[in-house]
């Protein structure tokens, strides 16, 4: 499943095994997936999660 956070963050939520994931990532240009953060399921997300995630967003793209 495909989660939308807007401003250019998503989530992917995957099941593997018993253990279920949340990876944060955005796209530069239509090519390059930034992955950005993750977190199991059994951790909520919480506002910190995409906060963070959104941090290192801005941080990837005033680098590069």
């Known amino acids: 499943m495909r989660i939308d956070w807007g401003g250019g963050l998503y989530e992917l ?5 018993r253990v279920r994931y949340r990876i944060f ?3 530069d240009g239509g090519r390059i997936v930034v ?4 977190v199991t399921k059994d951790q909520r997300v919480v506002e910190d999660d995409i ?6 967003l801005k941080d990837y793209f005033e680098r590069r």
């Open 51 to 56: 906060a963070f995630a959104r941090r290192r």
């Open 25 to 27: 990532y955005a796209f």
């Open 35 to 38: 992955l950005l953060h993750a």
């Open 13 to 17: 939520r995957e099941r593997i095994g």
